[in-house]
């Protein structure tokens, strides 16, 4: 029994003791009331129960439709081996072609991808190398700029360094030039001082120099017999002193030949001198008009047999770097052996250096112990000419000291 069919039965139970209560005690209305509340109580029990009755009813039907319904499904479920398979085929065969076609779909979508990442990548890896071949030509480009850049500073270096080397040219000419005048100065004030000299030599020469001549030209005259009228002396021919210094080497030394360059005054004496011994004079002479004249002289004086005055124009000579205005060496060609060499022309006006040009072409004709001798040393330019030959002319030496106006060489060959 359930609490609430004890409660029931409680309640019940103590009504009904209410009655029999009431009854006994002639509470009749008691009795009734709980009479009628004992009904009523049954009442609603039997209602309850034919509710439960119908509850009970509809359950057992559920029950059995649930077995029925289970049956089946049991039947169902034996069955359903063979049926699932087939089911299960039927039903998943679209599922699975669905499922390969969506996994093919899936890997058609993956190959398309993949195609599109490595096609990506291609163009990518493309897009790079054109970048990376962009980039190179751009550096290389970058590098050629800066080849050029270093290029045009090396051309600028080399602009500024010609231009420093005109400027060091320019400063170079600029010290040579000064150099130049300062020696040009100093030149002049030695010409000056040289004249200044020369000049008081000359004036206190006045004194004596014209009584020394002409003893000189005694000596000469009492030295031979002249056959005729003897030719001026000093002036534009030689002194009568220095005619007696040559005569007198000749007389010591007799050359067997005597080369004269420029003929005149001279030409007579040194003919007589070597007339004396058999010495032959040969007499360069630039100008047809004076070589003309100093044959006629020799010839008055009967001086023909040993002596030949050439004709030899001044013509130009090349000597190393320098051209020269000089005889004609067709005039010297034959020449050897010349034991004396004086140097008296070609005239300072014929051009620079005039004389120079002697020892230089007639130095190896000179036999052993020939003497040069130059006029006119108290000129600068005829002792610039005898330190040239002495410095340039392997032999040649200074002997003793000048004469008068002219200076004596000796070739002594080692
Ligand atoms: C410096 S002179 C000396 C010539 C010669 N050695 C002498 O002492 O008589 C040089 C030149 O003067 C020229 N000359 C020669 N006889 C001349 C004369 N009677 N008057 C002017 N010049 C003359 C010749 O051209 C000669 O080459």
Redesign the pocket.
Known sequence: MTNRQLATSAVAAAVGVLVAVAGVAGRTDLAVGGLGLLLAGVLVMLIDIRRRQGDIARRVRQVARRQALDSKRIGWLRSMPKNVKKEVKTALRPAVTSLGDTVDRAVGHIQAAGDGVSAGLAQERLAAAERHVRLTDDLGALAAGVSDVRADLGGVRTGVDDVRADLDGVRAGITEAKDGIVARIDESDQDDKRRQVSLRGQVSKLAYEPVRQIQALLQLVNRYDARAPL?PTGG???EPSTILHLVRMVEQTRPGLIV?C??????VWLAYAAEAYGGRLVSL???ER?AE??RQLLHEHGLTANTDVRSAPLTELKLGQETFQWYDTAAVGELDGIGLL?V????RASGPRARYPAVPVLGPKLSVGARVVI?DVDRTEEQEAAEAWLAEFPGLEREGSSADRSATLIYRPA
Do not use: K, R, V
Not at 262 to 267: E, V
Not at 344 to 347: A, I, K, M, S, V
């Open positions: 030719p534009w021919a030689m004269e420029g003929s005149g005054a001279s030409s002479e630039h100008d004076f004249q100093t004086l008296d022309g070609p005239p006029d």
